[in-house]
């Protein structure tokens, strides 16, 4: 006989035995208990009314059917974020072997254009390593001071106007 036959012939048996457990009287069920938020409600009024509103807005089937969909769109939005967590993880493992596979065969091919391609990868891979830099502002200097316009007097002409200097 297979496992799985011999382990449902053994389940079957075993649930058809009389079980103590089964056989014991239901104990009557247990006061409830008041917890902490019950506490404070019992002795703030605006609290307890508003606890009980929310008891009752949440009783509404339209609400708990809002309420068990957030559930699940965060249940699914949590499962997404995993999945594209492992997925670029994978994504990035078999890129490396890609790029491992690739140099070791062209290695093999042609040593020379390796060598080629290690001196002009290094460049690259040291401009990634650096950090970046952080901009310099040009200092602030204040806003340079009007002068008048010079008059024609101050330019030296008789009855011309002044030009004006850049």
């Keep these: 006989m297979k496992l799985t036959s011999l382990l449902l012939v053994a389940g079957l048996t075993v649930a ?13 069920p247990a006061p409830e208990r008041t917890t902490e938020v019950e506490l ?12 009980a509103a929310k ?4 009783e509404l089937p339209e609400i708990a059917s809002a309420q068990q969909q957030a559930k ?15 997925a670029r993880t994978k994504s990035a493992e078999s890129e490396m072997a890609y790029r491992k596979a690739f140099d070791e065969t062209l290695a ?10 290690k001196s002009s990868a290094m460049p690259s891979a040291k401009k990634c390593s650096k950090p970046a830099r952080k901009r310099r502002r040009a200092p602030v200097s204040p806003p340079p001071t009007q002068t008048p316009p010079p008059t024609a007097t101050q330019s030296g002409a008789k009855g011309k106007p002044a030009v004006r200097a850049r």
């Design 55 to 58: 008891r009752k807005v949440l």
């Design 108 to 117: 093999k091919q042609d040593p020379e254009a390796a060598g080629i391609q």
């Design 16 to 28: 058809t035995l009389p079980s103590p457990l089964l056989a014991a009287k239901a104990s009557p």
């Design 72 to 86: 699940a769109d965060r249940a699914l939005a949590a499962k997404a974020s995993a999945e594209y967590k492992h």
């Design 40 to 51: 404070t409600t019992a002795a703030d009024p605006e609290q307890a009314k508003l606890s």
